[in-house]
């Protein structure tokens, strides 16, 4: 039976937990909704295409979390926080994980201005720092921005919307 032309949910959890070839544990992953399967997949498959096809297709929240915050492999936190909804793991992620890309990717989910703000001011990567004070639509945060930052060019950013040039030292 080709994998492609299945649709029943158990045989898709069999073929995709089981399967010898990682490429058609990959059609069956993508095909899969079963959260607790998908959750196993991420977990114990040696294929790191077919961990990432999982992670996609989970929408369990609490998993997703604890996959963003722990696991050892980038690529699968990069995807959970891509996936991720929960603003305290969110904020936790930009604020401490080691990973600039991992940070980037739970950047663009997170909507709390103060946390924002902190990381257009404090980001170890400039790409991160610029992308934060972009993200910035709180007046509050952006005097914030314009007026803490070390970086000249987040200073201006931040400013630059509201014609207040002042702060902005060479």
Known sequence: IAVTKVTNQEDLAKIALYAKLWNVRLVAVKKLTDQSTLAQVVSKDAMIEVRVAAIHNLTEQAFLAQTALYNECVDLRISAAAKLSDQSVLEQ???????????????????NQSVIAKTAIQDADDSIRVKAVSRLTDEAALSKAALEANDWYIRLVASSDRRTYSSLKP
Do not use: C, F, I, P
């Not at 080691?98 to 950047?107: E, G, I, N, Q, W």
């Open 93 to 111: 992620l930009v604020s401490t994980d080691k990973d600039s890309l991992v940070r980037r990717t739970a950047l663009k989910n997170l909507t």
